[in-house]
């Protein structure tokens, strides 16, 4: 199984970008899916997720109506739609699926990490 992540770019602050996860070797239909991101010297970071069923969790309040993630099941593809983007989203964003949906405990950022694509570098200007 590979994921690959693209479509990152330098934007000014403000601005938008639309990244693409692609997967060989695995579907992404009512698989659970999700972004982290990572800027260097510093751990991975919870971005968003989106469940088999369609639901989304948002790791902080700050990405809401800003990020929205979604699902191309024809296309196999999942999106990350980034708005209103600021410099401290600068980071490497990765894309994140599990092979199954598992139960997770309430606060807990509800994916699993069973496989890992390549990370996209958004790098925002102020």
């Known amino acids: 199984v590979q994921l690959q992540a693209s479509g990152g770019g330098l934007v000014q602050a403000g601005g938008s970008l639309r990244l693409s996860c692609t997967a060989s070797?695995?579907?992404?239909?009512?698989?659970?899916v999700g972004w982290y991101r990572q800027v260097p010297g510093k751990g991975r970071e919870e971005v968003i997720c989106?469940?088999?069923?369609?639901?989304?969790?948002y790791a902080t309040d700050s990405m809401k109506g800003r990020f929205t993630i979604s699902r191309d099941n024809a296309k196999n593809t999942v999106y990350l739609e980034l708005k209103d983007l600021k410099p401290e989203d600068t980071a490497v964003y990765y894309c994140v699926a599990d092979r199954v949906q598992r139960e997770f405990s309430s606060g807990d950022f509800p994916i699993f990490g069973d496989y890992w694509g390549r990370g996209t570098q958004v790098t925002v200007s102020s």
């Open positions: 070797g695995f579907t992404f239909e009512q698989k659970p």
């Open positions: 989106l469940d088999n069923r369609g639901l989304t969790t």
